[in-house]
Nanobody, 119 residues
Framework: QVQLVESGGGLVHPGGSLRLSCAASGFTISTYYMNWYRQAPGKERELVADISVAGDDINYADSVKGRFIISRDDDKNTAYLQMNSLKPEDTAVYYC????????????WGQGTQVTVSA
């Protein structure tokens, strides 16, 4: 069974930090781009960060650049999103995504984890 399971979300004060984890099972992430998305109520899903297969190409949304760090540990079959200097605007459900195109698209999603930034 193919699964991505996010963990590490919760309630944090502005300026605080959280580390989200995305644990894969049923497949290996080593051939996939790994991506973090988020979605706030009433808004469209937004790409937050992505990391290439080799880990040598990393991109961030302008709103999180300089504050968030995406990483991957293929030996642990896990991707991470380190979130620093959190702001109330970061409040959303965060989703992990594994994606590749090899003749067809392979596109796996986690269930999401809630991040709430509030005093």
């Amino acid at each position: 069974q193919v699964q991505l399971v996010e963990s590490g979300g919760g309630l944090v004060h502005p300026g605080g930090s959280l580390r989200l984890s995305c644990a894969a099972s049923g497949f290996t992430i080593s051939t996939y781009y790994m991506n973090w998305y988020r979605q706030a109520p009433g808004k469209e899903r937004e790409l937050v960060a992505d990391i290439s297969v080799a880990g040598d190409d990393i991109n961030y949304a302008d709103s999180v650049k300089g504050r968030f760090i995406i990483s991957r540990d293929d030996d642990k079959n896990t991707a991470y999103l380190q979130m620093n200097s959190l702001k109330p605007e970061d409040t959303a459900v965060y989703y992990c995504n594994a994606w590749k195109f090899d003749s067809v698209v392979y596109d796996y999603w986690g269930q999401g984890t809630q991040v709430t930034v509030s005093a």
